[in-house]
């Protein structure tokens, strides 16, 4: 298996520009987290989905973010406008939910960086 | 709202040594905690912790849950330079379907194993 995959793996933009990550679980997991981490804050839950549908949304700092799932096998974080406190390594997890341990697998992050 | 405390935030020892890190948490609906380890790139799981008192082991690594005085412990012994790393503790709550919900990580222990 290929793990979670996530592209791209780093990317750099201006501010005010629109941004977008990607995501590719494990096949078969039916949830899917996408996490946020900087020195500062440490690694925040932002958003996570159980079988496509957005479950708790609450860690999404601002209205500029949003989260879709429209299949099983892709996700997307959109930041709209970015800003340079958006600047981050972004995680995508998932997990399959009624395995024992419900362990989560990470993607290897998209580290943004917003000028 | 759930909280998650490690200490130290870093240690350096030499390799040989044996080192201890903690956790402590508060959290409503306990379910589980995690260990994970985290070097340059995603976190990569360690332990899972559901019950009070009972040791998991792995090599070198063992860790220890108190759920009576919420808190745990990820013990090293004989480390080696390639244990340098991240060491993150999170937590988990009881979902409303019992599922895989976000985790609340702690920032981490930073270690150091000097040659």
């Known amino acids: 298996d290929a793990g979670v995959i996530q592209s791209p793996r780093h990317e750099v933009t201006e501010m005010g520009q629109e941004v977008t990550l990607r995501c590719k679980p494990i096949?078969?997991?039916?949830?899917l987290f996408w996490y946020r981490q900087t020195m500062m804050r440490g690694l925040e839950l932002l958003i996570y989905?159980?079988?496509?549908?957005?479950?708790?949304d609450s860690g999404m700092p601002e209205d500029r973010f949003s989260a879709k799932m429209p299949n099983a096998s892709f996700s997307t974080l959109k930041i709209q406008p970015s800003e340079p406190r958006d600047s981050a390594v972004y995680f995508c997890?998932?997990?399959?939910?009624?395995?024992?341990?419900?362990?989560?697998?990470f993607g290897p992050g998209t580290r943004l960086t917003v000028l | 709202e759930d909280k998650v405390v490690q200490s130290p935030l870093s240690l350096v020892v030499h390799e040989g040594d044996t080192v201890t890190l903690n956790c402590s948490y508060e959290v409503t609906n306990f379910r589980s905690l995690l260990w994970y380890k985290q070097e340059k790139k995603a976190p990569t799981f360690l332990f899972m912790l559901t019950s009070s008192g009972i040791e998991k082991k792995s090599g070198r690594l063992s860790s220890i849950l108190d759920k009576k005085e919420l808190f745990s412990i990820l013990n090293i012994t004989a480390t080696q330079t390639g244990d340098s790393a991240v060491y993150l503790c999170a937590v988990r709550p009881e979902g409303s379907g019992g599922g895989a919900d976000g985790l609340t990580f702690g920032k981490g222990t930073h270690l150091i194993i000097q040659p």
């Open positions: 096949s078969g997991h039916d949830y």
């Open positions: 997890a998932s997990s399959f939910g009624t395995a024992s341990g419900n362990e989560q697998f």
């Open positions: 989905f159980n079988n496509n549908v957005p479950i708790d």
